[in-house]
């Protein structure tokens, strides 16, 4: 399994934008699918985006479609969200989840994801 760190979250108003990160350890990374998901305080994890091994295909939950895009780096052990457009309720915590060698749809729900990180909150104040 890899071990992964979210960085980025903080407060930020309506219309904003934010950068999330998601740094992995160790060496096979680049055979992990990534997602990201957040939770909302009452609510259960919701999927958001996630990303191929390669980068070579994304798939986003229609809620941040067009407002938000994933990217990876293999090389740096990274994958981003970069949100746009921000509402208030798209605050949560998020969360990077990857699991070896998953096809990138098999990991937009949590049971298909094996290793998660611990999080980073996002706040959009109206």
């Known amino acids: 399994q890899v071990q992964l760190v979210e960085s980025g979250g903080g407060l930020v108003q309506a219309g904003g934008s934010l950068r999330l990160s998601c740094e992995a350890s160790g060496r096979t990374f680049r055979y992990h699918a990534v997602g990201w998901f957040r939770q909302a305080p009452g609510k259960e994890r919701e999927f958001v985006a996630a990303?191929?091994?390669?980068?070579?295909?994304?798939v986003y939950d229609d809620s941040v479609k067009g407002r938000f895009t994933i990217s990876r780096d293999n090389a740096k052990n990274t994958v981003a969200l970069q949100m746009d457009s921000l509402k208030p309720e798209d605050t949560a915590v998020y969360y990077c989840?990857?699991?070896?060698?998953?096809?990138?749809?098999?990991?937009?729900?949590?049971?298909?994801?094996?290793?998660w990180g611990k999080g980073t909150l996002v706040t959009v104040s109206s």
């Open positions: 989840g990857a699991s070896l060698l998953a096809p990138v749809q098999s990991i937009r729900v949590v049971a298909g994801i094996n290793s």
């Open positions: 990303i191929s091994e390669s980068s070579g295909s994304t």
